[in-house]
């Protein structure tokens, strides 16, 4: 592999220099990296008579693989630590990528050299992992233009440029207005009803700014607890509407509304996924979205979600119902409105339960939740985790290592805090993947895990750990499912290894999982001590949790049913030609199925970074299907209760780890889903575990 010292970007001996990686160093390490790949590919074009794994598709991976993981390290710094030089060279760059992956996906010589692999007498010798390498790559050809004519392989490619480039434009839009807001408030009797913990924040951020008073952002750790517990509601209305309409045309005065409207991008956007669908003689983008996934059809899909909707709105209606009369009658409000909805649920949620969000919270301090997490994984896969050093792009970063029986198995980085300049959200993405080198050296793989959680605040001189809600503990444990996927994975073939190859809409599988422990009472008992006094979660407060888990499960349900029908009919149905606009097909989504419609301000579609910017295009559905799956593999372990072992069954996770983990995108989804069950999924579990079965 190459490697060169003087550009950190071009050194893969090990993990990424981010210590050295200046704005710089970008340019000319992604022009050598395309050369050399495209040198590899011109020699690969070459006609021959024996076309073998070894002499046509190593190569490849390896050119490929180090512009991958270059551009990798350039997007992630780009999401974690934006800063304009960085911006600026990304946006210079990203048209040259692109131009490459998309000339590659066309190359008729390539195409043809796989397909000669495929009609070959050797192909029946290729272990399983490499059929599946042969099968992808052939589909992926034919989504990448291989097949068209010459005359429309320019435009083909012409759209793949322009939709990197604008959808670069969306997120940098919703993050610059994310990170232009700022709410001042004065005095603290109008923040009556908000934790102290979030008041210390919003305190040093006024100092930090030069400013007296109380300073909130729209940034989620800041802005949510206000939707939460302020008692003010024209505070509540104030931040609602100003994250509500965030890169919007509605966007409030703090904004440059010109230059951070997403409007032009998404109706951009749809056109140009509407246009590659046909180009590839499909009727719309969901059916192009939906081959190298699980569900069958856009159709199917849609059936699905509207079956869902079924069964859930009776329960949406009566936690409706219930949460208007208790804001009637127990708060005065007596047109329950958007900014209402969070406050008068935690409201209610405390009477009926006896219990505040903000009650648990003090339960769970960062160190402790870590831990625990970390002595669950060591326990359910028999691995070990372990601290480690590794240059970070941020002093909170930390960097981790796995090891099985001494070996090591993976690493990751942890970067927990929210801070300007950093993508909202949590994701986690790979660093590296795993694969089995020329020479039989084992590269392992190496992910990022990110999330947005209020970092630590000094009180009275004393620096107090930050402190996660339970919602936030799930986020964690989220994020470190497809962090395991990535990291547990036995695949030594990169294209398939890790979530490499696993379909979109089965990839939320291990993540969703992984969430169900954070119910259990045997996890949360070493993974809960109270900052002041140390005491491990009550098991009356535990109690009281469990009892408030499906707490307006509807409502819920309905409100992630809503956002992948509006995403699946966007791409499906509706015509970027025609006179109807977006926000008039959401709107009739939220007629047929929303038990309270937003107000007519509400623009959330223009910071919908999952299916403009983030890959989740006619693929939103996939966080309830593959909760579907993630609820049915959990029911394994309830299971294994019932029979007289415990939640955390090391016989349960083992199987898990080698049916599901282990194997990667080396076989399909369902393949491996059965391989753990025995048997096809199905609903029941997810109806059980969100307390909605009829």
């Known amino acids: 592999m190459t490697t060169d010292t003087s550009n950190p970007l071009l050194d893969f001996s090990d993990l990424p220099r981010f210590n050295d990686i200046k704005p710089e160093h970008v340019t000319p390490a992604i022009d050598q990296l395309i050369a050399h790949a495209s040198a590899v590919v011109a020699e690969l074009e070459a006609p021959s008579d024996d076309v073998t794994w070894d002499n046509f598709v190593i190569p490849l991976e390896e050119a490929t693989e180090q512009l991958g993981r270059a551009w990798g390290v350039v997007s992630h710094l780009n999401n974690v630590v934006d800063t304009p030089e960085l911006r600026a060279t990304y946006n210079d760059n990203q048209p040259k990528v692109t131009e490459f992956w998309t000339a590659l996906a066309q190359n008729e010589a390539l195409f043809a050299k796989y397909k000669a692999i495929r009609a070959s007498g050797a192909y029946a010798a290729l272990s399983p992992a490499r059929k599946r390498i042969v099968e992808n790559a052939l589909r992926d050809f034919r989504l990448g233009g291989a097949e068209l004519p010459e005359s429309k392989k320019q435009r083909f490619a012409e759209i793949q440029e322009q939709h990197a480039s604008i959808s670069t434009r969306f997120s940098e839009n919703v993050l610059d207005a994310t990170n232009d807001y700022k709410l001042m408030v004065e005095n603290e009797a109008d923040l009556a009803g908000l934790p102290d913990d979030v008041k210390q924040a919003a305190r040093a951020a006024a100092e930090a700014d030069g400013k007296a008073g109380y300073q909130f952002t729209l940034h989620f750790p800041s802005y949510f607890p206000i939707l939460q517990f302020a008692d003010k509601r024209e505070l509540r209305e104030t931040i609602y509407r100003a994250s509500a309409t965030k890169a919007s045309e509605m966007g409030t005065v703090f904004s ?158 942890l970067d927990l805090y929210a801070r300007s300049g950093k993508g909202g959200g949590a994701w986690m993405d790979d660093a590296r993947g795993r694969r089995l080198q020329t020479g039989g050296t084992l590269q392992t793989p190496v992910a990022y895990l990110t ?94 949790m469990l009892a408030a888990k499906n707490f307006q ?140 079965q009829s």
Not at 257 to 267: F, G, P, V
Not at 309 to 331: C, I, Y
Not at 519 to 529: G, I, K, N, P, S
């Open 256 to 413: 440059e509304l010109e230059k951070w409207d997403n409007s032009s991008n998404i109706a951009s956007l749809l056109k140009l996924r509407d246009e590659e669908a046909k180009l590839l003689d499909y009727r719309n983008f969901a059916e192009v979205s939906l081959v190298p996934k699980m569900a069958q059809s856009p159709e199917h899909v849609i059936e699905f979600l509207e079956d869902l909707a079924r069964r859930a709105r009776p329960f949406a209606e009566q936690d409706l119902a219930e949460l208007r009369t208790f804001a009637k009658d127990e708060l005065g409000i007596d047109k329950l409105e958007a900014w209402d909805l969070t406050y008068a649920s935690e409201k209610l949620r405390e009477r009926r339960y006896a219990f505040s969000a903000q009650e648990v919270k003090e339960y769970f301090p960062e160190p402790k939740v870590v831990d625990g997490l970390f002595r669950l994984v060591q326990s359910l896969f028999s691995v070990e985790i372990k601290p480690d050093t590794a240059a970070a792009w941020h002093p909170d970063v930390r960097f981790f290592r796995i090891e099985r029986d001494g070996k090591l198995v993976g690493q990751f980085y």
């Open 451 to 544: 999330c947005n959680f209020t970092p630590p605040a000094t009180v009275d001189g004393q620096l107090q750990p930050s402190l996660f809600t339970h919602d936030e503990v799930t986020t964690l444990f989220h994020e470190f499912g497809h962090g395991l996927h990535h990291m547990l994975t036995q695949v030594d073939e990169i294209a398939v290894s890790g979530i490499s190859g696993v379909e979109w809409d089965a990839v939320e599988l291990p993540s969703q999982f992984m969430e169900n422990f954070c119910w259990e009472w045997d996890v949360l008992q070493h993974m809960t001590a109270h900052v002041k006094t140390g005491e491990p979660l009550p098991r009356a407060l535990y109690d009281k």
């Open 553 to 692: 499960s509807g409502l819920q349900t309905l409100r992630q049913v809503e956002f992948s029908l509006v995403d699946m009919h966007l791409h499906y149905d509706f015509d970027p030609a025609s006179a109807q606009t977006v926000q008039e097909l959401i709107n009739d989504v939220r007629q047929k199925f929303s038990v309270m419609m937003p107000p007519a301000f509400n623009r959330f579609q223009h910071s919908f970074g999952h299916i403009f910017a983030g890959g989740y295009a006619a693929g939103y559905y996939s966080y309830k299907w593959a909760e579907v799956l993630s609820a049915d593999a959990y029911a394994a372990f309830e299971e294994a209760v019932e029979a007289g072992g415990g939640a955390l069954s090391e016989e349960t996770g083992k199987r898990f780890q080698q049916e599901i983990l282990a194997v990667g995108g080396s076989r399909p989804a369902l393949e491996s889903f059965k391989a753990f069950r025995g048997r096809e999924p199905s609903i029941d579990a997810l109806l059980r575990h969100s307390g909605m």
